[in-house]
């Protein structure tokens, strides 16, 4: 674990200096990033140009939800977003290359390719974190103070569970980067929305299957004093870190039997 | 560490030791719509070998006889589905990490460096990541790229640079950390000539100098000749030879041709079987014989009868004798040469 954080730094390290070395490209990439994501954002304030709530939730309130779901995948991504190329890698047998070093491979995988520029993405859902939770009407005591960056935190380790798990099965199936995708990018867009938007089965699903909802609904639900998706009890939006720590646990042993039922290439 | 009493015996005469080990792979091939048949593959099928310590290996074999796949399960890279197998006292698969730190690598069809990054920050990174003292590594980069005259490639991203190029970079990565066995496989494929020739003199030269242990797989058989004292043969799975170069004539019952000019144009000259004339062409006139035998007696016999000129002999080219070879084997056991030690 230390030595696989030690190799993840010096991996990332060297990929942000070598970044460095072409400044402009890398203001413009970066802004690039910021505006495109903020486009999701903008689509919700159209949307809201028509109606004036969505499910019973204000503005404010969805760009909460926004915020927190993009802000926490955003973190997720800077750390481990060149993990779905692990399928490309192992089919060209460059995965080989990664075993042959005194390091752990998921170091490798996940520091690969790593970009100061992904940092758009959470700058953009900062911004509008900070923009919702000044605008919407939320009754702070500590415990919600202390429970947004606590649900930022463990939506980023949810993420960043769900790409390692995605890489675990790259190495059976190794052009199922589509798969992985739904999951993360489709998930992180799903949740930008009120679960009420969502039918019953599916909001079912990804709490008590894949658990997104605690990404953010549900802690979300508790900061702005909604009611909870399915009628979880109170206790359940400070749940989130022991459900991220679960889902990293279980990630960590997918990658471990992918790993070791590796069987290479022929040549 | 390596100071266990049980490792180190008897590690001067088996640096790598390959006991009866076999890879079977277990393969799926849909039929129909939901009728999938299993299959096994065999890739290598109960190998036997050692390698002491700095010997220079070639092991050859034709695409699909297992090579490969043998290099990945001394690298760690795949578990054996049988056998024993340790390099440097080390169970590749089970400490893959640790044995990392004293082995390197070099992948003919894929680099080990970072492809968008200067070839400079992949020796940087190996630096660190092999936890190389500062001392050794500067002495050691200084080393490679003197021998293999990487000075004006450092700054150069590794995308840019020419597969014989690349190559010699990669073989320095694979050096840095000092390893006691390098593993190449196919190291010379695509390269030209010259870059050959350099690649085949530094190893020769790494291995005088620091005794490093060589293991390389190859489809040209001049990497053999000029580097390896020692080949193995392997064909689907099994090892079939065992030994010194020269030996593999013998083994393959390969032969070699006398080739005589007479004074003028002659009937076919009679020679005691198993020789036998091959061609004739005018006054010149080929002759086939056991590489085994010594060509005097022949000669001799000839220069007795015929009017002989000139003479040269060819010897056997080996890749026609592993081809033979090949041929000929029907599931007999490795055969070791009696030049071999």
Request: charge should be positive; aromatic fraction near 12%.
């Given at each position: 674990m230390v030595e696989g954080l030690r190799a993840y730094r010096m991996i990332a390290g060297m990929w942000v200096r070598s970044g460095m070395t072409y400044r402009t490209s890398f203001v413009f990439t970066l802004f690039g990033n910021l505006v495109l994501t903020g486009m999701d954002f903008v689509g919700i304030l159209l949307m809201f140009s028509q109606v004036d709530s969505l499910a019973g939730w204000s503005l404010p309130e969805v760009a909460f939800l926004y915020a927190a779901s993009v802000t926490s995948f955003g973190l997720a991504h800077l750390a481990a977003g060149s993990m779905p190329q692990l399928g490309t890698r192992i089919r060209d047998g460059s995965f080989d290359v990664l075993l042959v070093?005194?390091?752990?491979v998921l170091a490798q995988v996940g520091g690969?390719?790593?970009?100061?520029?992904?940092?758009g993405r959470v700058v953009q859902g900062g911004a509008v974190l900070g923009w919702a939770l000044v605008a919407a009407d939320v009754d702070w005591t500590v415990a919600k103070v202390l429970l947004v960056p606590l649900m930022v935190v463990s939506g980023a380790a949810i993420f960043v569970a769900l790409f390692v798990a995605g890489a675990a099965f790259q190495i059976y199936a190794q052009d199922a980067a589509e798969v992985q995708n739904a999951f993360t990018y489709g998930g992180t867009t799903m949740l930008q929305?009120?679960?009420?938007?969502?039918?019953k089965e599916l909001v079912r699903g990804v709490t008590f299957v894949l658990p997104l909802a605690f990404v953010n609904w549900v802690p979300a639900a508790h900061v702005l004093g909604r009611p909870y998706p399915l009628e979880l009890p109170g206790w359940a939006a400070f749940a989130s870190p022991l459900v991220a720590a679960a889902c990293c646990a279980l990630a960590g042993l997918a990658w471990r039997t992918g790993l070791r039922s590796y069987r290479s290439v022929g040549s | 560490m390596s100071g266990r009493m049980g490792t180190t015996a008897g590690s001067e005469g088996a640096f790598i030791e390959v006991d009866r080990v076999e890879k079977v792979f277990d393969v799926r091939r849909r039929k129909g719509l939901l009728r999938r048949e299993r299959h096994q593959v065999r890739?290598?099928?109960?190998i036997s070998f050692t390698v002491a310590r700095g010997e220079m290996v070639g092991y050859i074999g034709p695409n699909g006889a297992g090579k490969s796949t043998t290099i990945k399960m001394l690298t760690g890279i795949l578990t054996p589905s049988g056998g024993r197998l340790r390099v440097a006292g080390i169970d590749p698969s089970r400490e893959r990490t640790r044995l990392a730190h004293r082995i390197g690598v070099v992948f003919g069809q894929r680099t080990t460096l970072w492809w968008d990054l200067p070839l400079i920050d992949s020796y940087k990174l190996m630096h660190r990541m092999y936890r190389i003292p500062d001392a050794r590594y500067r002495e050691n980069l200084a080393r490679l790229v003197e021998l293999l005259d990487l000075g004006d490639l450092l700054e150069v991203p590794v995308r840019q640079l020419s597969l014989g190029q690349r190559m010699r970079g990669d073989i320095a990565a694979a050096l840095l950390h000092d390893p006691e066995v390098l593993y190449l496989d196919e190291p010379t494929i695509g390269l030209d000539v010259v870059s050959k020739t350099r690649v085949r003199e530094f190893l020769r030269q790494v291995n005088a100098e620091r005794d490093t242990t060589v293991l390389l797989t190859t489809h040209d058989l001049q990497d053999i000749e000029q580097v390896c004292s020692r080949v193995m043969v392997i064909d689907q799975g099994r090892l079939v030879y065992d030994g010194a170069l020269a030996g593999l004539h013998e083994v393959g019952e390969s032969e070699r041709t006398l080739v005589v000019d007479l004074e003028r144009e002659c009937p076919p000259v009679e020679v005691p079987a198993p020789a036998r004339v091959v061609r004739v062409d005018g006054p010149r006139q080929w002759v086939a014989f056991p590489a085994?035998?010594?060509a005097a007696a022949l000669v001799t016999r000839i220069a007795e009868r015929y009017p002989l000129v000139d003479l040269s002999v060819r010897e056997p080219d080996i890749e026609a004798v592993i081809a033979q070879m090949y041929a000929e084997r029907a599931g007999r056991a490795p055969t070791r040469s009696p030049q071999s030690s």
């Open positions: 070093r005194p390091v752990p690969d390719r790593f970009s100061l520029r992904r940092l929305y009120p679960p009420a938007v969502f039918g | 890739a290598v099928d109960s085994s035998e010594p």
